[in-house]
């Protein structure tokens, strides 16, 4: 029978002592792991929790007096549900504001409807303002959405003193031929090429084209009854004067089945109270203008998403107006938009 080889016990106790040891620093080691684990684990949990309460929205908008304060105004709306908003606007026009967007800087900004259409999809030539909606909503970036379309209207209309809408036996578009042929029409800045072939679709029978620094101008021009004007409603809305000669823009009625009630009724003098709420959905002229929220889809809430469209409801051309009259005065976008929405319950 052999002799069984062992370890001299000095040895032997080293040697359990050192096994003992590796034991319990991979027992230490794996419990370190699993409290970095869970640690990570519940900061992870923590931050998908925190959801919205995480982010900050910011809200875009061009350098138009009016654009301005409506961005103000779904910025407050958006805070009155709770959204957290940058208290600063990100300037730029439509295309910057989608760039920005599909770089998830911007969250929402607000643009007129043919026009951001006409950037998006030169080739699609409707101009009714439920056609204009439809169609750009498909035409949008991927991840972007549009809400509902507000009765602020940027549409381009025929204005004509009062006076001679009376002689010539003129209210509508349709009618604008009746008017003395040759008339110069005055423009703010450069007359739109598609706008002015659309006049000529419906009859008008322009003479040369003048341009003139400001809606003001044109108003007074118009007034005179020695030329026609072409300007938008919203713009037409911001520059009426009680005192300036009485203007009428031509009535463009849009189709019985879209049609509203303020879309029947008859053109008022600008100096008249309401004025710029007549405002016609372009389905027999140029292209309908509507002001309407852009928003990337996935940064708004549902209940923010209804938030912004109760604003649709509530806002008017006129109302949009004489706020942007007040910012030219010197009062603040900001302000003006804090006001507007405790008027309306926003």
């Known amino acids: 029978m052999g002799t069984r080889w062992m370890l001299p016990a000095r040895k032997r ?17 794996a419990a370190i792991m699993l409290v970095i684990t869970g640690t990570i684990a519940a900061c992870s949990d923590s931050s998908h929790d925190a959801g919205p309460s995480a982010r900050l929205l910011h809200v875009g908008a061009g350098d138009d007096q009016a654009v301005r304060i409506m961005a103000e105004i779904y910025a ?9 908003v940058a208290a600063e606007l990100r300037r730029g026009d439509d295309a910057t504001q989608l760039g920005e967007m599909d770089r998830a800087r911007v969250d929402l900004f607000p643009a007129f409807s043919g026009e951001l259409l006409t950037s998006l999809a030169p080739h699609i030539t409707v101009t009714g303002s439920d ?9 949008l970036p991927q991840g972007v959405s549009v809400g509902d379309s507000t009765p602020v209207s940027a549409t381009p209309q025929v204005f004509v003193a009062t006076s001679l809408a009376q002689s010539s036996n003129v209210t509508d578009l349709a009618e604008c031929g009746r008017l003395p042929e040759g008339l110069p029409v005055a ?3 450069r007359a739109q090429p598609a706008d002015m072939a659309a006049f000529a679709a419906q009859g008008c029978r322009f003479g040369p084209v003048e341009s003139v620094g400001s809606p003001g101008e044109l108003i ?26 009485h203007v009428q823009a031509l009535r463009v009625p849009a189709p019985t089945s879209t049609a509203t009630t303020s879309d029947s009724v008859a053109p008022r003098a600008l100096g008249d109270s309401g004025a710029g709420d007549e405002i016609p959905a372009g389905a027999n002229g140029p292209r309908a ?6 928003f990337r889809t996935a940064a708004l809430t549902r209940s923010e998403v209804k938030q912004i469209n109760r604003v649709a409801g509530e806002i008017t051309t006129a109302d949009l ?10 009062a603040e976008p900001h302000d003006l938009a804090v006001g507007w929405l405790g008027e309306h319950g926003l």
């Open 321 to 330: 107006a004489e706020l942007a009259r007040r910012a030219d005065a010197g």
């Open 187 to 189: 423009v703010v800045g």
């Open 13 to 29: 106790r080293y040697t359990v002592r050192a096994v003992r040891n590796r034991v319990w620093s991979t027992a230490v080691i």
């Open 289 to 294: 203008q509507n002001l309407v929220p852009v």
């Open 131 to 139: 056609e204009v909606y439809e169609e750009l909503n498909r035409s």
């Open 76 to 84: 407050g709306a958006l805070r009155d549900v709770g959204a957290p």
């Open 220 to 245: 007074e021009r118009v007034g005179s009854g020695q030329a026609l004007g072409v300007l938008t409603a919203l713009d037409a809305a911001v520059a009426v004067d009680p005192t300036a000669p």
